[in-house]
T-cell receptor, first 114, second 116 residues
Framework: KAGVTQTPRYLIKTRGQQVTLSCSPI?????VSWYQQTPGQGLQFLFE???????NKGNFPGRFSGRQFSNSRSEMNVSTLELGDSALYLC?????????????FGPGTRLTVL | AQSVSQHNHHVILSEAASLELGCNYS??????LFWYVQYPGQHLQLLLK????DPLVKGIKGFEAEFIKSKFSFNLRKPSVQWSDTAEYFC??????????????WGLGTSLAVNP
C-alpha cells in the first residue's frame, strides 16, 4: 500500500509570491489534514478536509487555503508569502479523521521564503 | 483554549535506562490521546492511542502510556530504551465532545537521544 505522498519536497520562494502544495493520501482514506511544523511552534493544525469539504480549520490567516478533490487528493495554497511562512508543511491522511483514527503522515514539503 | 504541554524538550539517556516523557493537557472533558514518534529521516507515525477503557495502553516497540484523568496527564514510558529509540516524540490531544472543535492539539515534542 503506497503511503502519503507530498509534492514538491522542497520549495524556495520570495516574499509576496504564492505557492501550492499537493498531497495524495493513502488509497481509501477520505480525511486529509494539513499541519505547519516549525522548531518554535511545533505542529500547528491548518485544516482538515473530508469528502471535499473543509471540516475543521486552525487559527491561520486567510492567506492559507486548501481544497480536496473527488479522489481525496488535497492541495493547500499560501498567497502573499511572508518570511514567517518558512516551515515544514505536513499532510496526514486517515480513514475517518484525526480525532479517532491513526493519521498517516507524508514526508512534508520544506518551504523556504526569502 | 486547549493546550498540550510536554515538560521535557530534550532527554538524553543511556541504553537500558528507563524512560518517562510527560504530557499534560488542559481540557476538563472527555479526551482522545495520542503519542506519535518521528525517527530520524522518517515520517511521523503513531506509537499508541487512548480513547476509553483501561487507562494503561500499550503501543509498538515496547512503549506504554498511562492516562491519569485527575492529573490531566498521559505520560509515555518504556522500561529499557535502546539506541533505536532515538527520535522526537509528540503528544496530541483531542477533546471529543467539544462541539465543532474536532482538531488535534499537539505538544511541542520531546527530543530523545539514547547513547549506546
Amino acid at each position: 500500500k503506497a503511503g502519503v505522498t507530498q509534492t514538491p519536497r522542497y520549495l524556495i520562494k520570495t516574499r509576496g509570491q504564492q505557492v501550492t502544495l499537493s498531497c495524495s493520501p493513502i488509497s481509501g482514506h477520505r480525511s486529509v489534514s494539513w499541519y505547519q511544523q516549525t522548531p518554535g511552534q511545533g505542529l500547528q493544525f491548518l485544516f482538515e478536509y473530508f469528502s471535499e469539504t473543509q471540516r475543521n480549520k486552525g487559527n491561520f490567516p486567510g492567506r492559507f487555503s486548501g481544497r480536496q478533490f473527488s479522489n481525496s487528493r488535497s492541495e493547500m495554497n499560501v498567497s502573499t508569502l511572508e518570511l514567517g511562512d518558512s516551515a515544514l508543511y505536513l499532510c496526514a491522511s486517515s480513514r475517518t479523521g484525526p480525532r479517532a483514527d491513526e493519521q498517516f503522515f507524508g514526508p512534508g514539503t520544506r518551504l523556504t521564503v526569502l | 483554549a486547549q493546550s498540550v504541554s510536554q515538560h521535557n524538550h530534550h532527554v538524553i539517556l543511556s541504553e537500558a535506562a528507563s524512560l518517562e516523557l510527560g504530557c499534560n493537557y488542559s481540557y476538563g472533558g472527555t479526551v482522545n490521546l495520542f503519542w506519535y514518534v518521528q525517527y530520524p529521516g522518517q515520517h511521523l507515525q503513531l506509537l499508541l492511542k487512548y480513547f476509553s477503557g483501561d487507562p494503561l495502553v500499550k503501543g509498538i516497540k515496547g512503549f506504554e502510556a498511562e492516562f491519569i484523568k485527575s492529573k490531566f496527564s498521559f505520560n509515555l514510558r518504556k522500561p529499557s530504551v535502546q539506541w533505536s529509540d532515538t527520535a522526537e516524540y509528540f503528544c496530541a490531544v483531542n477533546a471529543n465532545n467539544a462541539g465543532n472543535n474536532r482538531k488535534l492539539i499537539w505538544g511541542l515534542g520531546t527530543s530523545l537521544a539514547v547513547n549506546p
